[in-house]
């Protein structure tokens, strides 16, 4: 497969623009705030409207994208732990954006601890270690269910988490860090445990000041929002080319919002630093404390495909 997505001669209507219809060629100027009929998008402060007209642009880079579950359990010595219902104790959910070798996906899925207000209560007396990451493909839901003896992870030199499968790559999408064109978001609204055709896919047309290499958006507080890519849209003779600039991940400052994560790095910055525990979300106060249950001796499992 190509490393770029290809929209042939993809036209838009605007709903909330006096229903105009303007071609995926008038969208992209090469003037970076610069958009159609004059209008600009400055910061995130003005959405596009999702009309179905939409669903081909958003839906370009399925083949390259993965909803993620990772799981954790607890460990004391060599025995590990999960909870009555299950051999986890904790899991989170996200989104992945294939990289050749690797998925890269935020860093707090690889250490899904660090954000989960249930291991605060547990911290003292053991650790967490990844027990299983499952991999759901977005162009046809088949789910990869992967042990911890058929993948490793770890957070790059950029900051991102990385996801390797043993003995398997995938389609690398184009990455870039030198900006000259139009970006957008595509951002995925709903649930990581419902199924993956029910997340809401949008569009925003927004060129963000990436000075930094962590920048917030208020369009990105929204409770109900999993994940999505920051790319620049590169014109080419009768189409455009995607190239990924960065990707939403947990904020720093409290891991209940997102923020934009670029692949190029500002002064110092260097692998994400683990949250403190000030910045793991807090637990409501009629939640009970979960009871770890010991469900073995640490070894790797099989990895199995449904």
């Known amino acids: 497969m190509k490393n770029y997505i290809v929209l042939f001669l993809i036209v838009l209507s605007y709903n909330s623009f006096s229903q105009d219809t303007i071609r995926i060629e008038d969208i992209i100027k090469k003037s970076k705030r610069k958009y159609s009929s004059g209008m600009r998008v400055n910061n995130a402060d003005r959405h596009i409207s999702n009309p179905k007209s939409f669903d081909a642009l958003a839906s370009a880079i399925d083949p390259y994208v993965f909803k993620i579950e990772t799981q954790y359990q607890l460990k004391k010595g060599e025995a590990v732990y999960g909870t009555d219902d299950s051999p986890y104790f904790g899991r989170t959910f996200g989104l992945g954006i294939s990289m050749g070798k690797e998925i890269w996906v935020d860093p707090t899925l690889v250490k899904p601890w660090t954000v989960d207000p249930n291991f605060e209560e547990q911290r003292t007396e053991y650790d ?5 990451v499952n991999l759901t493909a977005m162009t046809n839901g088949s789910v990869e269910e992967l042990y911890s003896n058929k993948f490793s992870t770890k957070v790059n030199e950029i900051g991102f988490g990385t996801i390797e499968m043993k003995n398997r790559g995938f389609d690398p999408f184009k990455k870039t860090s030198d900006i000259k064109y139009s970006t957008m978001l595509i951002l995925y609204y709903g649930k990581g445990d419902e199924p993956y055709d029910s997340l809401e896919r949008k569009v925003v047309f927004v060129n963000p000041d990436l000075k930094n290499q962590r920048t917030s958006l208020p369009d990105l507080n929204d409770k109900d929002l999993l994940g999505g890519f920051l790319l620049e849209m590169v014109p080419q003779r009768g189409s455009i080319l995607l190239q990924l600039v ?11 919002k997102m923020e934009i994560m670029c692949i190029f790095q500002n002064q110092t910055t260097g692998n994400e630093e683990p ?3 000030s910045e793991v979300p807090v ?3 009629d939640q009970p404390k979960i009871k ?9 499992s099989t990895a199995k495909k449904k």
């Open 246 to 256: 960065g990707m939403l991940v947990k904020s720093n400052a409290n891991p209940n």
């Open 283 to 285: 637990k409501s106060p």
């Open 128 to 132: 967490g270690q990844l027990y299983k």
């Open 275 to 277: 949250a403190k525990k």
């Open 292 to 300: 770890p249950k010991e469900v073995g001796i640490h070894k790797n």
